[in-house]
């Protein structure tokens, strides 16, 4: 981000036009015409350097802030003016062995500074329709992106104009279907996306796990996730019994050292299309039609995503998508589970 950012403002530095020289004036007239144009390449400068930076937060936060241009110009404009220049003052005064009482205005000038760059920081971030919120596209998207971005910065002339199309592949690059629910690392928690927003079966556990996948396929988080859970699961600390209405239905039993009773269990098949079962229990016949995932499936496969298809639902781990690295010892494509009985599946129907 910082090198696009920087390549950016070196190239919009070349193509800044040059004015002749100025002929003498009044200090009236000269002073808002200078004050004028620092405002225009502050703004420039902000604009330009977040367009810059823009294919990164969007494709690794999946963020876009609606007033950054603004919040940026003006929390830089007290920053240069106001904040900067009280704090030189004051380190050259600490320097020369100042009195801390004579450089006690001075450090009240740059606390209302750092004061005030805060409250706008806060204005613009709590203002409606702030923040616009987008699934990360495919890493190629990116890739080309960021070569578009290059090629506008180093190509001269006309041409490089051409490659502003490619540096907003990240914006405009189609988004593949969403997963339709997301199941945690150890199978200790799980979340569905339900019209847009996230239903998280356990929202103390794991949270940060779960925001981190929520906001990387574009979903809204609700006000208020207990709530949201208890419209659409029975849970209590060993298990979730789907109440019906959401897809897939996910059923949990989350504890390893109490074994559900075979009524819990059977009731859990019966309105399951997918089971997360920790415990060390054989899954009954009720469980055929029953995509069934135990402690086994998450030690090799990790964390995985729910994607819908027109058979059943198929599970994409996150060990599989990570490939072989040197840290994994070995495992990449042949830690996909496969077995569905067994709880190790990759599809089920």
Known sequence: MSFCATASLVAMAELWPRH????????F????????????????????????????????FNRMATYGLFANFAADLVASLVLMPALVVSAVGEALGVPELWLSPVLAVAH????????????FATAPGAVKTLPSAPEAALL???????FACLWRGGLRWLAVPLACAVLVWPRPPAPVGWIAADGNNAALAVDGRVVVLKPKV???????????????????????????YDCDRSGCLPLGGA????GAWWSKKVLPS????????????LLILRADVTPPPSCAGTLVL????????????IYAQHDGWRLEWANTSRGRRPWTGGEGEDAQPRDAASGVSDSGG
């Open 206 to 232: 794991r949270a940060f796990a779960s925001q981190a996948w929520a906001t990387r396929r574009g979903f809204t988080t609700p006000f208020d996730p207990e709530a949201e859970a208890r419209l659409a």
């Open 247 to 250: 897809q897939p239905a996910i």
């Open 29 to 60: 007239i000269a002073g808002p015409q200078r004050a004028w144009d620092w405002a225009v390449a502050m703004a420039a400068v902000s604009l330009i350097a977040g367009l810059a930076t823009a294919p990164f937060a969007l494709q690794h």
């Open 144 to 150: 080309t992106a960021f070569l578009g971005i290059v």
């Open 262 to 273: 075979r009524e819990r269990l059977d009731a859990l098949c019966r309105v399951s299309d």
């Open 20 to 27: 002749g020289r100025a002929t003498q004036a009044p200090w």
């Open 112 to 123: 209302w500074a750092a004061n005030a760059i805060l409250a706008i920081a806060h204005l």
């Open 294 to 305: 135990t402690s086994a499936a998450f030690t090799r496969g990790g964390a995985a995503e």
